[in-house]
Structure formats: C-alpha cells, structure tokens
C-alpha cells in the first residue's frame, strides 16, 4: 500500500490546474485519470472553452498561459443580440481599459500545458488509464482501491472527475438537476465574412448561438443550442442543408456559414451537489456543479474552485496545521458554493427570459438590453463579473493593478 498527501481524481483542467497549484507545497500528490495522457499535437478546436481574465492570471501564475495562449484566440469585443426583438448589447476591451475581454482557447491545449507544467514537478505521479474499484473512508484517510489490486491511503482524495463524478456517487454525496431540455451543437465553421476577433452570441427563440472566434481570421467554433428534437433535426442534414439553416441563424452577420468539422452534440443539465464533502474527500469543478454553456463560465467557475481550495490548503500548510481537516474544506464549501449558485441562477434567468416569445417578455428584455447598453456604469459592473474581475476571487485569480494588467 502506497500513503500519500493528496489524490486527486481526474485530470481535466480542474483536476490538473489544482495539482499544479499545490505542487510547489511539496505535498505527495497522485493523480488518477481513467482516460490517456494529454498528448503533443496541434490545437484542434474541437472542444474549446472561452477563458476571463481570473483564469488568465491563475494559468499564469502556473506558467502554462503562454504555451496555450499560443493556440488561443484573445477577443476585443462581444456583441450579443436578441434575433426576435431589436435588443443588443456589446462590450469592447478598450472602454473596458483591458487587453481582450477574454480567450477562445483549445480544451485539449489547456490540459497539454498543465500537464507539460507538471512534468517538471517530481512530487506529482500520474496513473492513466485508472480504473478505481472502490473509495473507502476513515475518519482521517481515505483508502482507494485501483487497477483491482492497488491500495492508495490519502489523507485527501479531490473529486475532479466532470459531471458524472464517480467520487460524488461512490461518497453518496446528493445531487440537485433538471434538463436544461437543450442540446449544444458544437463545431468549427469557417465565414466569408472576418469574424475581427468578436465573440457572438444570438438569442433565437429556440435557444443561443454563440460564434465564437478562432486565431484564423475567417474561422469560429461554433456553440448552437436548441432543444433535442431541433437539434436531432439540424444534425440529419447533409453538409449544405447545415450550413444554410446556420448561416441564416446567425442572421448572416459574418456572410455564409460552413462546417469545417462534423458536428457533435452534447446534452446540458444543470447539475449542483447539496454536499461538496464527506470527511476527507471533496468535489470540485463539473464533479460539484454543471451550468449552461450560454455564458461561458462552466470551465472558469471550475478553475477557481481549485484556486479557492489551494489557497486555503496553502494557508493551513503554512501554519502548520492539517490541511485536510473537514473544517477547512468547509469553509471552502461554504465559499464555492456562493459562487456556484449566483451563476446557476443567472443561467436560468436567460435561459428562460430568452426562450419565451410572449410579446410583453420581448419587450422588457429588449428595453432591458438596450438600456443597459446605455448606461456605462452598470455595463462595467456586468462586464467586470463576466471577465473575472468582481466576486469573491481567490487571492492568485485577483486582478492587481488595473484590468488585464497582470499578464
Ligand atoms: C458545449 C459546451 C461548451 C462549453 N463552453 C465553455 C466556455 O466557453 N467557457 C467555460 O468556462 N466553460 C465552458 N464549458 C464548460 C467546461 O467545458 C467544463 O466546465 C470543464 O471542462 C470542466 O472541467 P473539469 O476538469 O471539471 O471536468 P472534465 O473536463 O470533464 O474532466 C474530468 C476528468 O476526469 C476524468 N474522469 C472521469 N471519471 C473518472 C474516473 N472514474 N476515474 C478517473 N478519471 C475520471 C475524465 O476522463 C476527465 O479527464 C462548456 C461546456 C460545454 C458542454
């Protein structure tokens, strides 16, 4: 049997980003993936993730920023409009005295700099392709019984293992859902039209379609959401029946669509475990809670998460005291959850104010919108929640000077 400090579960760019964070701690980490390691290849862009400014200075406090900065798309501007009313609303870098209001970046690329960060690290072991049997635990371990024979005593085991958790079921710990009744379509397009580094985002009746953009000046990753029968639809058509329905979803406004990558489907639920911890073990990122793509935040509530539990394992090692005591992961429960449950609400809020047609809805949400867009002040605040910038951040997510100033 092998002791460890920490084991954590998963190493998705929560998973990884946490063991990162606490490598420098010289704590005996382990980390267990079910799936291969991140593999050195180009930037796909089959999964991306629009990443703020908190991620951005997190990742660069790491040292894995530039290397997925490389393959990253920075936007200056972000234009979203109602397609059923004239409501719009748009933010740019410049009046919010920022650099870019955020990066498109490769899912993959993240976890391959992370990863790349972590070689140079002698106190973290990998075990892929892990299959754990079974999580045992004691009042001050916990036992993990992997690969049918092998035996992990941690004094802390981290569930970073995305939506399906096993960690959050084998702990029993319970789960809150609902269908979001939305599946989101996701692939890379390429534009007659120049997307000139703008992120967009329609509100159709039937669900948003954002166009996000890519580091070639006619390519975006497109994220469509509509309910499962539309999408079934949408997905049945030949390459041009596709691209048609697209181009005319998006209004036209980067000229005709095209797919460049077939596209895929993914189911969304809102996912929020009541309980994040059982003794020594706790959940972070997707495996505590799942939102709505519309926003793009899923990834960057995640990565504070692990900022969040970092920084108060950092402070109990530092003080010399046990930094897997249930009281600590309390108050870092109590914290995350905060987080976690003003973004689950405002996800409802528009999805909900967008999907309805009633004429009297259209009218307050273009009024609303197109207010907004006139008042500067309450712009900021918005933006500034939206890029990272407000909220309770953890210490090393923390803008120092001014916006976008630290990296
Ligand atoms: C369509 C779509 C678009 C999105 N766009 C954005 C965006 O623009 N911005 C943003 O911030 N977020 C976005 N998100 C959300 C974001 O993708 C997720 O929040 C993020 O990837 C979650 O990271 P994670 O590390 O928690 O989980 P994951 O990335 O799911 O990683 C979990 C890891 O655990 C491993 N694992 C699972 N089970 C086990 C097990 N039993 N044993 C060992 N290992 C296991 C998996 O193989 C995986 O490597 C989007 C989500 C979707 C669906």
Redesign the pocket.
């Known amino acids: 049997m092998q002791n460890v400090d920490i084991t954590i ?7 990884l980003t946490l063991a990162a964070l606490l490598a420098p701690l010289n704590l005996s980490i382990v980390v ?4 291969g390691a991140p593999r050195q290849q180009a930037a796909t862009y089959q999964r ?4 703020n400014l908190a991620s951005q200075r997190l990742l660069s406090h790491i040292g894995a920023w530039p290397a997925i900065a490389s393959s990253a798309a920075a936007y200056s501007q972000m234009q979203v409009w109602d397609a059923d009313s004239f409501a719009r609303i748009a933010f740019d870098a410049q009046t919010e005295g920022v650099a870019a209001l955020g990066h498109i970046c490769d ?1 993959e690329q993240i976890r391959l700099a992370l990863y790349q960060q972590l070689q140079k690290q002698t106190n973290v072991r990998f075990e892929f392709n ?1 299959n ?1 049997n079974s999580l045992v635990q004691s009042e001050r371990d916990v036992l993990v019984n992997f690969n049918q024979q092998q035996l992990l005593l941690s004094r802390l085991l981290v569930g ?5 958790s ?1 960690v959050r079921r084998s702990m029993q710990l319970p789960l809150t859902h609902w269908d979001y009744e939305q599946q ?1 379509i ?1 692939a890379t397009i390429t534009s007659t039209v120049a997307h000139d580094n703008v992120a967009r985002q329609v509100f159709l009746p039937s669900g948003p379609l954002a166009l996000l953009p890519l580091p070639a000046p006619n390519q975006c990753s497109i ?1 469509w959401s509509c309910a499962p029968e539309r999408a079934a639809q949408l997905l049945a058509l030949d390459n041009n029946g596709f691209n048609q329905a697209l181009t005319a979803a998006s209004n036209s406004v980067l000229g005709v669509l095209q797919l460049q990558t077939a596209p895929q489907a ?1 189911g969304l639920k809102m996912r929020y475990a009541s309980s994040w911890l059982r003794g020594r073990t706790v959940l972070v ?3 505590a809670h ?1 939102i709505h ?1 519309l926003a ?5 509530l ?1 990565l504070m998460d692990v900022a969040a539990l970092a920084e108060l394992i950092t402070q109990a090692v530092a003080d010399g005291n046990d930094f897997s005591e249930p009281r600590l992961l309390r108050r870092y429960e109590r914290w995350r959850k905060a987080e976690a449950q003003t973004l689950i609400a405002a996800m409802e809020v528009f999805k909900r104010g967008f999907s309805n047609s009633q004429p009297l809805l259209k009218l307050v949400r273009a009024v609303g919108m197109s207010g907004i867009n006139n008042l500067p002040w309450l712009k900021s605040q918005i933006i500034a929640q939206a890029l990272g910038n407000s909220g309770d951040l953890p210490k090393l997510a923390r803008p120092t000077a001014r916006y976008g100033a630290v990296v």
Do not use: H, R
Request: net charge negative; aromatic share 2%; with cysteine.
């Open positions: 579960v998963g190493a998705g760019s929560a998973g267990l993936e079910q799936g991306v993730s629009a990443l899912n892990c754990i970073a293992d995305g939506v399906n096993a989101a996701v994220v993914f990122a997707d495996a799942s793509p793009g935040q899923g990834m960057n995640g």
